[in-house]
């Protein structure tokens, strides 16, 4: 008959006192209280795996409760129901715990996720918020779970440091992502190759591994454009569509001024009431406010003609005691109310507020000419650089101010004529 063993109290643990030799006190399930002869008293597991008898170290009744003991006996239990002995275990989290301990000064400063934090301190003030947003979350969940360990609340406690990192890994990873989405892969391994250059050029590391893994490993995006429309007919009932919009009357101030001006999005729903000369009809964005933010670049200035500048005071009433043009309470509308502004109208999937600038840009080629505007203008109307580093290094101060304006009161009497179409 098995023998049955009396569950301890807290009052006989706390009670039991030392002999001559050590003695225990058992509390059922493996579990019993080993008491020392120089009165130290400690839990201890005992269990049997593969036909043989261990006993595993709970710790000592002055840091480890009876009901905390008792807990731990059926993580144990568990442990060793599922074949796996506690002790190896414990073993090899005491081992990872040396590693952490026994990183020089260099890996624990070179660890891959304060390398990315410092990376993304530079590219961050290289690109607007939203880019910097993407970025961030992009490595922060394709890469850095990979190689860290967190805190029970999710921070980054360690991550391996950048050196120790093999290109096989990052191509595993790459390899992984690319099965799941393309675009993603492609881009996560773009930022790759600029975080390793970056840690190289810093010294974190020796080699750029990232230049080690071939672009063939990765299927190559889809491309696909953005759609446009481009067919008078269809461009006409746009434009009317918009002028007759029902809803937001700052929304719709914006797609009448995005047609005229063809900025993009995130420039448009920011634009500020100081960027605008009404004297010149003209509009100056400031270099870091706009995309490409090439601090060798002139500031953006863009000619305002005779309908942007009505468009504009029109929404003085409404937003001129403000620093945002396109707000509403004072704060700049979303970006995206433009585009379900252009859904409502029956435009989804046929025409966004980026769609605007493909439109121009293709209109303005079709009918070359009409306006006979070169192609570096037709370029510096939507911020875009024009020919390869040299040539840039002699023209990006190059006005093109009032051919500028030449080519879109051109735009604006040909979009006028569309909307005049019965």
């Known amino acids: 008959m098995a023998r049955t063993t009396t569950p301890l109290t807290v009052k006989e643990v706390e009670n039991a006192k030392s002999k001559a030799k050590k003695y225990k006190l ?4 493996g579990l019993f209280l080993l008491v020392l002869p120089n009165g130290s008293k400690l839990w201890r597991y005992k269990y049997r795996l593969n036909g043989k008898e261990y006993e595993y170290a709970i710790g000592s009744f002055t840091k480890v409760t009876l009901a905390k003991a008792r807990e731990k006996r059926k993580e144990l239990d568990e442990l060793v129901l599922d074949c796996i002995d506690p002790n190896t275990l414990k073993q090899k989290h005491q081992n990872e715990e040396k590693q952490v301990k026994a990183l020089s000064d260099f890996e624990t400063k070179t660890q891959l996720h304060l390398v990315v934090d410092e990376w ?18 992009l490595l922060y969940n394709e890469l850095l779970p990979y190689f860290s360990k967190k805190t029970p609340i999710g921070h980054i406690k360690t991550s391996t440091p950048i050196s120790h990192i093999k290109h096989y890994e990052i191509t595993k990873i790459l390899k992984t992502k690319a099965e799941q989405t393309e675009y993603t892969a ?5 930022f790759l190759g600029r975080i390793w250059l970056f840690a190289v050029t810093s010294g974190y590391c020796e080699t750029n591994i990232i230049m080690n893994i071939s672009d063939e490993i990765l299927p190559a995006p889809k491309t696909t454009h953005i759609a446009k429309i481009t067919e008078e007919e269809e461009l006409s009932k746009l434009l009317k569509s918009i002028d007759a919009y029902k809803g937001n009357t700052v929304v719709k ?6 047609s005229y001006t063809m900025l993009r999005a995130s420039t448009l729903v920011h634009l500020k009431w100081k960027y605008v000369d009404f004297e010149a009809k003209t509009l100056t964005i400031p270099r870091e406010d706009m995309k490409v933010k090439d601090s060798n670049l002139n500031d953006f200035t863009l000619p305002l003609v005779d309908e942007a500048i009505n468009i504009l005071n029109e929404l003085q009433p409404l937003s001129g005691w403000g620093e945002y043009i396109f707000a509403i309470d004072g704060k700049p509308i979303n970006k995206e109310s433009g585009n379900r502004a252009l859904q409502n109208m029956g435009y989804k999937s046929k025409h966004t507020l980026h769609s605007f600038r493909g439109t121009f840009r293709s209109l303005a080629e079709t009918h070359q000419d009409e306006h006979k505007a070169t192609y570096e203008v037709k370029e ?26 030449e080519l879109l009161k051109w735009y604006a009497d040909y979009l006028d004529g569309l909307k005049n179409e019965k």
């Open 253 to 258: 101030a914006s797609l009448q001024f995005v």
């Open 380 to 405: 510096a109307v939507l911020d875009h650089r024009v020919g390869g580093k040299v040539e840039r290094a002699y023209t990006h101060k190059s006005n093109y101010l009032e051919q500028m304006r």
């Open 120 to 137: 993304l301190q530079v590219h961050e003030k290289k690109v607007n918020a939203y880019t910097a947003t993407k970025t961030r979350a």
């Open 186 to 190: 492609k881009r996560l391994k773009q």
């Open 26 to 29: 058992y509390d059922g399930n």
